[in-house]
């Protein structure tokens, strides 16, 4: 039997898992939390993520789907434009995607790694 993993209300979670520091931070420190609700092979996962405020650098090593639950972050891939996330923003940052995550409030979003 297959197991259908389900979330009635990720933005009212309370239980989320301590996952400590964020190693992309670069300027003070940024604490993370979140629950895996299904992962797969090579790193594939799906789950909640919850960061505090702070600025970021990324370089993904998977391809990653964000759908914006809470809180606002400005996202400025290298090379590219900027944007602003929010709730109910969804965007895609595809495998090898290097930019800034500028994470203005604790923001809380459901993520794909594939």
Known sequence: MTV??????AIALTDLD???PLAEATGDAMFTSGRTLWAGEDGAEAG?????AGPSD?????????????GSMTVIPEGGEAFEAGPGSTFVTPLGWKGTWIIHETLRKLYVLY
């Not at 259908?4 to 209300?9: I, Q, V």
């Not at 909640?48 to 505090?52: A, H, K, Q």
């Open 4 to 9: 259908t993993p389900f979330l009635a209300d």
């Open 18 to 20: 301590e996952w400590g």
């Open 48 to 52: 909640v993520w919850e960061c505090t």
């Open 58 to 70: 990324w370089v993904l090593e998977q391809n990653e789907f964000v759908h914006v639950l809470s």
